[in-house]
């Protein structure tokens, strides 16, 4: 039987046809990876990944502050005080501890741009629970001694001095009004009482009336009469005027920085505090900012940051 030449190559030419194929494929495919990759020699970006993060980890991050600086809370323990003698002239005090880091006095002359130390170890005060400034005289009532006992001091507020002569107020302890952060009492111009709220942050006195400011509110006691309360939603610090109280609040309708509201003495069941102006709240956080008051002369204070107005508070 005679076999066809044309049948026996069939094969092989399928083969090689076949072979030719996959020779290309695997050319072209190598073509396309060089030219997504790059040059030859040029490594790739290393990918990264961000870590889910554990549900059981109890930690959280701290919360920027706000952009505008507005404060954001209502009050809280005082931090520090302000005592002003005019629109130029004031000294302030951070609060100290009896057992971590003792208190710090400085003065400025010239409206908070700059505040300079107060020479204080005449008597080395642990705390500062008052200060104030009264007929040209700065008093200091601080925890002072092993024991931080309380004790009044006081010097000229009209040297403008870094080193003035200080004199211990003897006895003058038991007359000076403060509060106590989470104490139920306060202590008053005349002995001690229970706080009218839960979070005292200020005590002063005008006469024979003491004034406690807390979170939201305020109230007067005169004597042995019971306390007299106002509400002053959003109220950050409290300062004596000569016609009754100037009050610095937060989240106060038709102001977007710090509100300063006034009310007159003496307070009464329909008292309720009415805007004067409107402080920028740059740099102001609450439990910190501080109101003073000097004749028309108004502080408004936060860490390093110091506004004052010379017409009351209606303008900044």
């Known amino acids: 039987m005679k076999t066809s030449a044309g049948n026996g190559r069939r094969p092989l030419g399928v083969v090689l046809l076949a072979a030719l194929v996959i020779i290309d494929a695997v050319l072209i495919g190598a073509l396309l990876l060089n030219s997504r990759n790059g040059p030859a020699g040029e490594a790739g970006p290393i990918p990264t990944f961000t870590p889910l993060p554990d549900p059981t980890s109890t930690t959280s991050e701290t919360p920027s502050p706000s952009a505008t600086g507005a404060v954001s809370s209502d009050a809280e323990a005082p931090v ?28 400025t002359s010239d409206g908070g741009a700059t505040w300079s130390p107060v020479d204080t170890t005449a008597f080395a005060p642990k705390t500062v629970l008052s200060l104030t400034v009264t007929d040209g005289t700065m008093s200091v009532l601080g925890g002072v001694g092993e024991d931080c006992t309380p004790q009044l001091w006081s010097a000229s507020a009209l040297a403008r001095s ?155």
């Open 162 to 316: 870094a080193m003035p002569p200080w004199t211990q107020v003897a006895r003058g302890a038991d007359a000076v009004p403060y509060v106590t952060p989470g104490a139920s009492t306060v202590k008053l111009s005349a002995g001690s009482a229970d706080s009218p709220c839960t979070s005292p942050v200020r005590g002063l006195a005008s006469g024979t009336t003491d004034v406690v400011a807390c979170a939201a509110e305020f109230a007067t006691k005169t004597g042995s009469a019971g306390w007299v309360t106002v509400e002053a939603p959003g109220l950050i610090d409290l300062a004596l005027t000569d016609t009754g109280y100037l009050l610095a609040a937060s989240r106060v309708q038709n102001c977007d920085g710090v509100a300063i509201q006034s009310v007159n003495a003496p307070l009464t069941a329909r008292s309720f505090p009415s805007l004067v102006g409107c402080a920028p709240a740059t740099d102001l956080v609450a439990g910190g900012t501080v109101l003073a008051t000097t004749g028309n002369a108004v502080w408004l204070t936060s860490n390093d940051k110091t506004l004052v107005s010379a017409d009351g508070g209606a303008t900044w």
């Open 80 to 107: 520090a005080f302000v005592a002003a003698l005019s629109a130029t002239q004031a000294w302030r005090a951070t609060a100290g501890s009896c057992t971590a880091g003792s208190a710090v006095i400085e003065q």
